[in-house]
Every structure is written in structure tokens, then in C-alpha cells.
């Protein structure tokens, strides 16, 4: 029999004595009640403090759960935050592969674009920040939409005759992104166009948003209609970057 | 061969960073650490200039190794930072004498005022094209030098350095007290001091004089892009290409490298710098003027600026004073629950009022408080401030230059924030164009510091790696922007005249 998890029985227990002090409680006090050295405690606080379940006062001495530990089902990240911890490297990613970038995030079945970076061409471009698209047939949607539990979507509607409308198909499209790592897409939301996504992950190793690119076929594509590795390897190393971004200091 | 980068040093108000770029000018790495802020007392603010070096000194390696580089691949160091803000140290022990005073200090309100006396505060205007306020270092060096026992002293024997941030990070880098150490500025951050003559670019005896500021611990001005030494700490044998002003180095980072060409940089505080060409622009209208850069023996490029001290910080005192938001990109979530800021505008003079009013005796307002006010419109004028402080200074500066701007190019931290970008574009009823890289400041001063070592030939291959990331365009209503431009203003008259001289302290 697999055994228990010391260290999530003594952060389930802080946070069992958190949830009844309303006032907070010290380093001391939580080693006191737990029967636990102060660097051990010390220790569960800051995690539980990095995941954002608690806060300390402005003294710094006191620990309480935090508003979000209340609203655990919210999206953890705001998608502000995502854009601006995925900037830099959005911006990177656009003018090393000369192509539209794209953070996007799972909203209530669709892909919201969180932020938008345009082709480097210099070309009349419009932002289309919180506008959204569909998770199914866009490479940035399945790649948030292979981690996701909850939204598969319920109709999975035609834009292209490539379009995947057949709901085992996308599973397996879906099992195939989670083993790989990365999405593509090939003219199923558009004719011409083709793209490349990868998962962004927070902390714990939960999938924030992705990051992709899109563009014309023939520059996203080899002769043989497959993906271009060089951009495949530009791409996940953006989601990487970000997802250290963020897990370096939320 | 191995890939070369150049590293550029963003020495800044909240942080110090280390950003790597490519030849292409590509955002390659990026290692940051934040230092305290210390308030000893209201209104002033200080920087521990040690723990600042600690932290140069372990961001420039950190970067290196995020992309597994050795430090041979990094072929010259930039050095930008945040400016005006002013050191004294020891040139033996290499201690600082006191804590850094930064730019956002007013503890010198009382001390500038008795310097304008009658002749007003644009006294030294003609010489160092600077008004007399609490922002320059000048009155800043004047104030610690009087206020420790013994130190005039000291500096005029000769064993004191004064330092803006770069000058402090060079002679570090240089070896420090142990060394023949390099102790040396640039022009662009020397037009800051208030102590150097804009056109000859020299420390000028008058204004020494004036300020009471012993020749001895000032450092030797240098051109901004040119090999100011080579590093014998942290990257020993890299040369160090360039040293410039954040803001100047933005400028040279969005590629305004044209007279007319103008950008505005949204950090903890926004600037607006627009290129004059080799000709020095004098404002009517509350505009600075200051060096833009200089390029080895080449003539000097000057700008007109108009500075906002409290953008980026007011967002940061919404979240960490009022404690309304976890992180500043929250703000805007918190500020779309809403549709318009109910009536309600904040001014935030925290350090009185930078360009174009320059009234150091001004003090923050929040204007048309009403029940009716929530969380949600507070957060939208805590981010439409800083939309209409920059109308104001582009106001002026059409004013002074006398050609309307056509489009603004941004760059720095709050870029991220597109409801305040949107905004920026409404109000200004132009274009508001971000470019593909927003730490434009270290772009700026890794391509002023590749020029010196050859890295990039010339400005023109600069030009080509400006690309254009995102757009927002106008679409306000011009009533509704009179209207809302209008409250603002009646907001901003009811800040001045706060302070008022019997309260300051000696
Ligand atoms: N999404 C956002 N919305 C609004 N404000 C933001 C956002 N992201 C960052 N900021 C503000 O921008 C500033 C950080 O931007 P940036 O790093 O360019 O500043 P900076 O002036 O270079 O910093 P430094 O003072 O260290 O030089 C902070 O004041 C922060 O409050
Ligand atoms: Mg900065």
C-alpha cells in the first residue's frame, strides 16, 4: 500500500488551526500546537504562502488563510498577471520565428487570448486580446484544453473540413498533445494557416494558459506538411521560460 | 562558434536586472532582484547602495547561467540606471558614506527654495537647462555634505566620491577601493546633476559654486557609448561599452535616434523624451532639457523630457499602502469591473508635481469622492492618472516644439496594462505603438554598449531591428475626452500650495 504524504498531513493540519484563528497565528504558536520545530513550520508557511493559500499581516509575524483559499475553484492566476509575467518572452518568441503569438487561457469552454503579440512585419495587425477561440481547432486550445478536467467542449463545430468534430478523435488528438508535450493544428480553424501551442505551468505543475504561434502554412509547415521542429523547440522553450517566470516568485 | 550577447546592467528605482540580448537585439535572458525601499522619514527615500552592488553583482552571473553561457560569450557590459539618485563613499574603504538619496526624496523642498530666492527657480535654467526642485542631485550632495559632521571636510581633502547609480556600479566593477577603480559618469546622466554646463558638457564652476560642491568628488563625464573601462570584478575582461540614464537609454532602445522622434518609457515613474537633434531645445512650457546620448567623439544628441515622478509607483502604493491588489497587473482586473471612474480622479503629487507644473509644494488629492465610489473606479483612476499626466506633458511638448505628435511609442512594465494603454490612445487621440521589446531601458543600453565594441556596425542596423508589437488605437469620444481632461485639471489645482514653507523641518 502506497504510504501518506508527511508534509501535506502537517500543512492540512496549519491550516486546519489557520482557519480557526481569525487573528492569525505566529510561527510559534502553529509549532507549539503541532509539536514541530520552528524551521519546519517555517518551511510549510512559505510554500503555502508561494500557492497563495496564506497571507501574512503587515508585521510580517502573523499567518492567515488567504481570501483566494477560500475561492480554491477560481482560476488561480489572473490573466493580467499571465500577460505580464509572459511578456517578455512572448515578445522573444514572435521575432526569433517571425510569426503572431498568442497566451491564451480556458474560460468557460473557449480560449480567451490573453495577450497578443503581432507578426514582426510591421503589417496593419488589430490586438485581439479577450477575444476567444475555439479550444478544439486552434493549437493553443488543445493545449490547455489536454489538461483540463472539466470543459471538454459539448459541440465541437465545423470552421474548416479539417476541423476535428468527432469527440473521440479529439481524446486521442488530445492523449497525443499530453504525451508529446505540444499541440499543433493545420488549417482546422483556418484555411492557410497552421499552428503551434505549448502548455504554460504554474506552480505544482497545473496548466495556467499556453503559449503559441500561427501562421501560413508553408512557414509553419515542412514539405511534408509536418510541423517545423526548429519552431516546435521555440515554442516550448517560451512556455517553459514563462512558467519559471512565474513559479519563481507568485 | 559560440553565440556572443551583450549584457546590459538595468541598475533601477525597485530593482537592478541583468538582460542578455542577441545581435538581432532579441531578448535572450533575464535574471532581476528587488532592493528595500527605506523611508526613514516622510518624504524622504533611501537606497542601501551596497546592497544594491550585492545585487548587480548576482543578477549579471545569474543571467549568464540561465542560458547555460559561459562568460566569454558576453562581449561588452551596459550599464543604465535609474537617475539622479546620489551617493557619497569613502575612496579608501569604498564604504558608502550614508545611504544613496533617491530621486523621489524631497528632503532638499526648503533648501531649493532659499536657492531660487528671488531670481526663481529657473535660475540655473540657461546653464544646466534644469529647473530648482527637490528632483536633481545638486541640492541632494549640497544637504548631505552640511548635514554630516565633518564630511565637507573630508571631500574637500579629497577622500570622498560622489556617485550617481552608474558611477557607483562602474567603480565597483572596476575593482573599487583595492584598484586603480574607474571613477567616471556620462553625460546624459551628468545633465541630471545640475552641476554640468549643457553645452560645453563639463562640470561648470559656477554652479559648483552655487551648490557649494567641492571639484574633487566628482567623477571624470564620459561620451555615453564608448569603452569606459574593462571589468576586472563580476566579468573580469568584459568591457563596459556604455553607461546612460534609464530614460536616455530607452530613447536609444526604441531606436529615436532623428530629431523629432520621440518615446514614452511607463515604469515607477513616466518620461517622455523627445529627440531635438544636436540642438538644444530651451522649453517654455515646463519641459527639461537634457543630453540624449553621445556617441564616442561625435557631437552630443540632446532631448526636451517630460517627467512624471508617480505612474508605475501609485499602482504599487494601490496594492502594497492600500493593500486593494496582490500583485500591479491585478489593477486591471479590478479596474474592468467597472465602466468609467464614477467621477472620481487621483493626483498623485506624492513627491510634489513633476512636468509641466514642477510645484515641489503640491500634495496628492483623490477629487470627486461620492458614496457612490468603489474599489473598481478607484483602480481606474489610479491607472487614468497616469494617462492624463501624459497629456499634459505631450500637451507641452507640442506646445514647445510646435508640431503636433503624430503617434507614441511605449515601452517599460505598465505596457502590459492594455485597459491604460487603450486609455493612453483615447486621450491622446493617436496611435499608441508598443514595440517587440518592452525592457527597452537595457535594450537601449546593450546597443549603445555593442556600437562601442563593435558588436552592431551603426544606428542604421539598429533601426531594422524595430518592429512593432501591438497597436491601440483611438476611439474616445472628443466630448467626453474634454470633459474628463477638464476634471483633471480642476483636480490638479486643488494639490498646490499643500506644503507650506513654515511646515518644513530645517
Ligand atoms: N500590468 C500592470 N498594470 C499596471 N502597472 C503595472 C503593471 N505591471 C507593472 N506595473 C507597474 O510598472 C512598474 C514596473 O515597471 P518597470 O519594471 O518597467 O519599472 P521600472 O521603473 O523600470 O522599475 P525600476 O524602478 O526598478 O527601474 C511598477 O511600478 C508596477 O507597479
Ligand atoms: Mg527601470
Known amino acids: 500500500m502506497p504510504g501518506t504524504v508527511q508534509s501535506i498531513e502537517r500543512a492540512a493540519a496549519v491550516l486546519r488551526l489557520l482557519a480557526a484563528a481569525p487573528d492569525g497565528l505566529g510561527v510559534a504558536d502553529l509549532g507549539n500546537a503541532l509539536g514541530l520545530a ?197 515554442v516550448r522553450a517560451t512556455a517553459d521560460a514563462i512558467a519559471r517566470d512565474l513559479r519563481d516568485d507568485t | 562558434m559560440a553565440e556572443q550577447y551583450v549584457a546590459a546592467v538595468d541598475q533601477g528605482t525597485n530593482s537592478s536586472r541583468c538582460i542578455l540580448f542577441d545581435r538581432r537585439g532579441r531578448l535572450v535572458s533575464v535574471a532581476q532582484r528587488e532592493h528595500r525601499q527605506l523611508f526613514p522619514r516622510p518624504g524622504w527615500v533611501e537606497h542601501d547602495a551596497e546592497e544594491i552592488w550585492r545585487n548587480v553583482a548576482r543578477v549579471v552571473p545569474a543571467a549568464i547561467r540561465q542560458i547555460g553561457a559561459a562568460p566569454s560569450q558576453v562581449v561588452a557590459i551596459g550599464i543604465t540606471n535609474q537617475r539622479e539618485t546620489s551617493l557619497l563613499w569613502d575612496r579608501r574603504t569604498g564604504r558608502p558614506i550614508g545611504h544613496a538619496v533617491v530621486w523621489q526624496d524631497t528632503r532638499t523642498d526648503r533648501l531649493v527654495t532659499e536657492l531660487a530666492g528671488d531670481e526663481g527657480a529657473d535660475r540655473f535654467a540657461d546653464l544646466c537647462g534644469l529647473p530648482l526642485t527637490t528632483y536633481f542631485s545638486a541640492p541632494r550632495i549640497k544637504w548631505m555634505l552640511d548635514h554630516t559632521p565633518g564630511l565637507r571636510q573630508r571631500a574637500e581633502r579629497g577622500e570622498v566620491l560622489f556617485g550617481t547609480m552608474e558611477t557607483w556600479l562602474i567603480w565597483n566593477f572596476t575593482g573599487g577601493p583595492n584598484s586603480q577603480a574607474q571613477h ?143 500583485t500591479a497587473a491585478e489593477i486591471e482586473t479590478l479596474a474592468r469591473t467597472v465602466d468609467d471612474n464614477g467621477g472620481a480622479y487621483i493626483v498623485p503629487a506624492f513627491s510634489g508635481l513633476f512636468a509641466p507644473h514642477w510645484r515641489s509644494e503640491a500634495r496628492g488629492v483623490i477629487a470627486g469622492l461620492t458614496g457612490y465610489i468603489t474599489k473598481g473606479h478607484l483602480a481606474r483612476a489610479v491607472l487614468e492618472a497616469t494617462g492624463f499626466q501624459t ?36 486621450l491622446l487621440d493617436v496611435p499608441v505603438v508598443r514595440p517587440m521589446v518592452t525592457e527597452t531601458v537595457s535594450l537601449g543600453a546593450a546597443y549603445a554598449a555593442g556600437l562601442a565594441v563593435g558588436y552592431w556596425p551603426d544606428l542604421e542596423g539598429l533601426r531594422s531591428n524595430w518592429h512593432r508589437a501591438g497597436q491601440w488605437m483611438p476611439h474616445m469620444d472628443p466630448a467626453r475626452r474634454a470633459t474628463e481632461y477638464a476634471n483633471w485639471q480642476a483636480a490638479v489645482q486643488r494639490t498646490f500650495n499643500w506644503i507650506r514653507t513654515e511646515d518644513q523641518e530645517p
Open chain 2, 391 to 426: 497629456l499634459e506633458v505631450v500637451d507641452a511638448m507640442n506646445a514647445d516644439s510646435g508640431i503636433a505628435l503624430t503617434a507614441l511609442k511605449v515601452d517599460g512594465g505598465m505596457t502590459a496594462n492594455n485597459l491604460l494603454m487603450q486609455f493612453l490612445a483615447d
Open chain 2, 184 to 326: 567616471v559618469t556620462d553625460v546624459t546622466n551628468a545633465s541630471r546633476t545640475m552641476l554640468m554646463n549643457i553645452e560645453t558638457l563639463e562640470w561648470d564652476d559656477k554652479l559648483l559654486e552655487a551648490f557649494d560642491v567641492p571639484r574633487a568628488i566628482l567623477p571624470e563625464i564620459r561620451p555615453s557609448s564608448g569603452v569606459f573601462a574593462t571589468a576586472t570584478e563580476v566579468l573580469p575582461g568584459v568591457r563596459i561599452g556604455a553607461a546612460l540614464g534609464d530614460q536616455q537609454a530607452a530613447l536609444f532602445g526604441q531606436t529615436c535616434f532623428s530629431a523629432g522622434e520621440a518615446k514614452c518609457t511607463y515604469g515607477t515613474g513616466s518620461f517622455l523624451l523627445l529627440h531635438t537633434g544636436q540642438e538644444i531645445v530651451r522649453s517654455k512650457h515646463g519641459m527639461l532639457t537634457t543630453v540624449a546620448y553621445q556617441i564616442g567623439d561625435q557631437p552630443a544628441s540632446y532631448a526636451l523630457e517630460g517627467s512624471m515622478a508617480v505612474t508605475g509607483s501609485l499602482v504599487q502604493w494601490f496594492r502594497d499602502g492600500l493593500g486593494m491588489i496582490h
Open chain 1, 38 to 234: 520552528k524551521t519546519t513550520v517555517h518551511g510549510i508557511l512559505r510554500t503555502l504562502h508561494q500557492v497563495g493559500f496564506v497571507e501574512q499581516d503587515h508585521s510580517g509575524a502573523h499567518y492567515h488563510l488567504s481570501d483566494a483559499f477560500g475561492r480554491l475553484g477560481e482560476s488561480y492566476l489572473d490573466p493580467n498577471e499571465l500577460r505580464s509575467r509572459a511578456i517578455n518572452w512572448a515578445d522573444s518568441l514572435a521575432s526569433r520565428s517571425g510569426e503572431v503569438v498568442r497566451v491564451g487561457r480556458l474560460v468557460e469552454g473557449k480560449v480567451e487570448v490573453v495577450h497578443h503579440v503581432f507578426r514582426p512585419d510591421d503589417s496593419d495587425q488589430n490586438l485581439d486580446v479577450g477575444t476567444t477561440l475555439p479550444p478544439h481547432a486552434t493549437a493553443l486550445g488543445k493545449a490547455v484544453l489536454a489538461y483540463d478536467t472539466s470543459a471538454r467542449p459539448r459541440s465541437l463545430e465545423a470552421y474548416t473540413t479539417r476541423t476535428i468534430t468527432d469527440p473521440v478523435q479529439l481524446s486521442e488528438e488530445l492523449a497525443t498533445v499530453r504525451s508529446r508535450g505540444w499541440a499543433t493544428e493545420l488549417e482546422e480553424h483556418t484555411v492557410e494557416l497552421a499552428s503551434i501551442a505549448a502548455p504554460i505551468r504554474g506552480l505544482g505543475g497545473l496548466v495556467v494558459g499556453a503559449v503559441g504561434l500561427a501562421g501560413r502554412i508553408e512557414r509553419i509547415c515542412d514539405s511534408r506538411l509536418r510541423h517545423r521542429g526548429d519552431l516546435v523547440t521555440m
